[in-house]
C-alpha cells in the first residue's frame, strides 16, 4: 500500500520563484515525516524533519495533520536546488517508506 | 572515510543467475535497509534490519534474500526466482540518535542480460 503521495514528478521554475513540492501520507498513527534530497552526483541525504521545525537552504515544511501533508517551500528558489526531492515516510519503529519522488528543476 | 559502502557499483548478470550485493557500514549503526529505485517509482523497501541476526521483509521482498551475521554488513541476494532485476539498489543505515536520519551508500546498478 502506499503509504506517500508525491502528486508531481516533475516541476520547473523560475530562479527566485517560489516552490512547493507536494508531499500526502496515510498513516493512523503520529507520523515521523522527513524530506530528503539528491544532488546530482551525490548520495540521497536528509533535508529535514518535521519534528525539528528547522529551516534548511531556506526549506521549510509544516505537518498538516489535518490533511495528512507534508509540503516542502521555499520562498525563492535558486539554481542550486535543482535536484530530486523525496518525501519520507518513519513509522513502526525504523521502518521507513518513501514518495515517488519530485525532480524540481530551477532555471535561470 | 566513514560511511556506507556498496559494492559492485556495476553489476551484469545472465538470467537464471543469483547476484549478491554487498553493504557495508562503519557508522556503527543498528539499523540497516535495501531500497530499490526504479523511475518514476521511487524508493520501495525491499527488506530492512533493525539488529544483528533480524530482518523484515519491505515492500517488494519476493525474489530477494538478505543476511544480517555481523552489525556492519547487510548483503542483498537478488534470486533468479526475481521476475525483473534490472534495478539500481540503495543501502542505508541509521542509528539511534539519529532518528529517521538515513545514510545511504552510491548504490549498485544490476543489469540482466
Request: a positive charge; charged letters at 20%.
Amino acid at each position: 500500500a502506499q503509504r506517500v503521495t508525491q502528486p508531481e514528478k516533475l516541476l520547473s521554475v523560475f530562479k527566485g520563484a517560489p516552490v512547493e513540492l507536494k508531499c500526502n501520507y496515510s498513516y493512523s498513527g503520529s507520523p515521523e515525516l522527513f524530506w530528503y534530497v539528491q544532488y546530482s552526483r551525490q548520495r540521497l541525504q536528509l533535508l529535514l524533519r518535521h519534528i525539528s521545525r528547522e529551516s534548511i537552504k531556506g526549506f521549510t515544511a509544516d505537518l498538516n495533520k489535518g490533511e495528512t501533508s507534508f509540503h516542502l517551500k521555499k520562498p525563492f528558489a535558486q539554481e542550486e536546488d535543482s535536484a530530486m526531492y523525496y518525501c519520507a515516510l518513519s513509522y513502526n519503529n525504523n521502518d521507513m517508506r518513501f514518495g515517488a519522488g519530485t525532480r524540481l528543476t530551477v532555471k535561470p | 572515510d566513514g560511511g556506507i559502502t556498496q559494492s559492485p557499483k556495476y553489476l551484469f548478470r545472465k538470467e537464471g543467475q543469483n547476484v549478491t550485493l554487498s553493504c557495508e557500514q562503519n557508522l556503527n549503526h543498528d539499523a540497516m535497509y535495501w531500497y530499490r529505485q526504479d523511475p518514476g517509482q521511487g524508493l520501495r523497501l525491499i527488506y530492512y534490519s533493525q539488529i544483528v541476526n533480524d530482518f523484515q521483509k519491505g515492500d517488494i521482498a519476493e525474489g530477494y534474500s538478505v543476511s544480517r551475521e555481523k552489525k556492519e554488513s547487510f548483503p542483498l541476494t537478488v534470486t533468479s526466482a526475481q521476475k525483473n532485476p534490472t534495478a539500481f539498489y540503495l543501502c542505508a543505515s541509521s542509528g539511534q540518535g539519529h532518528t529517521g536520519e538515513l545514510f545511504f551508500g552510491e548504490g549498485s546498478r544490476l543489469t540482466v542480460l
